[in-house]
């Protein structure tokens, strides 16, 4: 069974910071990767999908890295905002049609 | 707004009792899966539903139930509520070449 472990659990730092998130999956056959975001008591907010064929995705401030053979995914935040705080999720697609999820890394910017 | 709509947003049960969610998406994709995330837990798969059949299900009693319409809306059904139901579901739609979009989810509290 895929498990899937997010480190650290809470991360706080000040705003402009550039921060790294960690994720980590114990079955390497993987169809996907996709990072989310939740703001408390929200639905989940999809900020990047990774191909398993892929190494990495850019959107804006925001860059993921997989690394399969590790079983390693990491989310990097550049120049950190306020509006970046919330709970960041990692979710692992199996090749069958079930997300296995972390339990999040809480993410304060202080401004 | 990620075009994917669930409804109620929040309701209230008692013990015993039934309930039924439901999830629709704007642009019409085939594939819905639904979620239960538990306060401070990541998401947990309870079943997946392509065109109108159940194709995956997670470690959910049988009194976790669901329906996908013709027009590809969904329904999650959960009989005789037990205090541990108590959560926030989510129901996120397939959508090629970018991932699952999720909704914002329902959060049912059991009393």
């Known amino acids: 069974k895929q498990e899937v472990t997010q480190i650290p659990a809470a991360l706080s730092v000040p705003e402009g910071e550039n921060l790294v998130l960690n994720c980590s999956f114990t079955d390497s056959a993987i169809y996907n990767l996709q990072w989310f975001r939740q703001d408390p008591g929200k639905g989940l907010t999809s900020l990047l999908l990774i191909q398993s064929s892929q190494r990495e995705q850019t959107s804006g401030r925001l860059n993921a890295s997989l690394d399969k053979s590790s079983g390693r995914s990491t989310l990097y935040i550049a120049a950190s905002q306020p509006g970046d705080s919330a709970t960041y999720l990692c979710a692992v697609l199996n090749t069958g049609n079930q997300f296995y999820f972390g339990t999040g890394t809480s993410l304060t910017v202080i401004p | ?111």
Do not use: M
């Open chain 2, 1 to 111: 707004e990620t075009g994917v709509t669930q409804s109620p947003t929040h309701l209230i049960k008692t013990r015993g009792q039934q309930v039924t969610l439901r999830c629709s998406s704007q642009s019409g994709h085939n594939t819905v899966s639904w979620y239960q995330q538990a306060l401070g837990q990541g998401p947990q798969f309870i079943f997946q539903y392509y065109r109108e059949e159940e194709n995956g299900r997670g470690n959910f009693p049988p009194r976790f139930s669901g329906l996908q319409f013709p027009n590809y809306s969904s329904e999650l059904n959960v009989n005789a509520l037990e205090l541990d139901d108590s959560a926030l579901y989510l129901c996120g739609y397939q959508v090629p070449n970018y991932g699952y979009t999720f909704g914002s989810g329902t959060r049912l509290t059991v009393v």
